[in-house]
């Protein structure tokens, strides 16, 4: 019997549209002295950010109201569309190289083709796995596919490079693969080939082996590998319990590099402390239990799996980038949903939590 359509999970969309509100806010405060720097103006950051978010809650309502049902038929030539993108971002001319990495397709509006490759994996693996059913037992035939795709994704990535977007690719998928049942063993095998993968591709690259050496000791190398490290955990440290009160950080002043993407957080518990940062993680926390509140009460295979990829996105996302700011992981840039400056990403996370709430309209429960 159909599921008949209710409102969108109304405390799902309330904790994203305070994450967005904070992201603004906090991207703001942590770029307004950069901005003024370099392009004499305070609110360069704040306006782009504005103008992302605007765009990408449209983009939110319009994935909302789309019968999620029928993004299995465009799957296939999507997933094409996204590996031709990954491999054009490679190519000189077409990919536009900064800071070392070619993850941007130059233009007017630069567009990061892996944010769109997961999107677009996420959405195939979640209706190849509904389709398996008890063949997810068996490595070869209802896994080993869906690893193929995932690997050659994380692969092309990894190339650009970008080894944060790569190991959040991966941590989905084998989210998605667990709940999709597989066998412990299997996952087991899986996990100790990923750990191998990182090894190798920590100590072939020079700078991921300095990068992953300052995490064990950043005070070795306290204004080279060790600063990125160092100064994230002044600015946290500084923040104590209540903050130094927002729009008073000191580390924005063009000592802590990123400060409005990927070290945003730092900024985030430097000015609001340890009581504004536990808000933000307990945001996230509420935004996976609503997640998986979908993903559990749907009757849609499809609808479940993807709805645990999409809140496994977001998910592992916050975890490596919270850990990384946090010194817990070896510094890899990735942003921190809905918060950190940022185009494309911001664009396609808010796609697809309009495609979750598209499907908590099917659930069975409120």
Known sequence: MPVKRKSPDFVLFITVITLLGIGVIMVFSASEYKTLVEYNDSYYYL??????????????????????????????????????????????????????????????????????????????TAYGLSREGDNIKHFTSGVLPYLAVMGLAAALILKQPDMGTAMSLV???????????????HLGVIAAAVVVAGYFA?????????????????????????????QGLYAIGSGGLFGLGLGQSRQKFLYLPENHTDFIFAIISEELGFIGASL????FVLFIW?????????????AS??????????????????????????????????IS??????????????????????TTTK
Request: aromatic share 12%; charged share 10%.
């Open 171 to 185: 941590g989905i998928v084998l989210v998605m693969i667990f709940a999709a049942g597989a066998r412990l063993t």
């Open 47 to 124: 306006k782009k950010q504005l103008t992302w978010s605007l765009i990408s809650l449209i983009a939110m309502f319009v994935m909302m109201n789309f019968d999620y049902r029928q993004m299995r038929r465009y799957i296939q030539p999507f997933l094409v569309v996204s590996f031709v993108l990954l491999v054009l971002v490679l190519i000189p001319g077409i990919g536009l190289e900064i800071g070392g990495a070619r993850r941007w397709i130059g233009g007017p509006i630069p567009f990061a083709p892996a944010e769109f490759a997961k999107l677009c994996i996420i959405i195939f």
């Open 202 to 230: 920590i100590f072939k690259e020079a700078y991921r082996l300095e990068r992953f050496m300052a995490f064990l000791d950043p005070w070795a190398d306290p204004q080279g590998a060790g600063f990125h490290i160092i």
């Open 290 to 302: 609503r997640g998986l509140k979908i993903a559990i009460t749907s009757q849609d295979p499809f």
């Open 305 to 338: 799996l993807l709805a645990t990829g999409i809140t496994a996105w977001v998910g592992v996302q916050a975890i490596i980038n919270i850990g990384v700011v946090t010194a817990s992981f070896p510094i890899t840039g990735i942003p921190l949903p809905f």
């Open 280 to 283: 933000v993680i307990m945001l």
């Open 341 to 362: 400056f940022g185009g494309t990403s911001l664009l396609f996370t808010m796609a697809a939590v309009g495609i979750l709430l598209n499907i908590s309209r099917f």
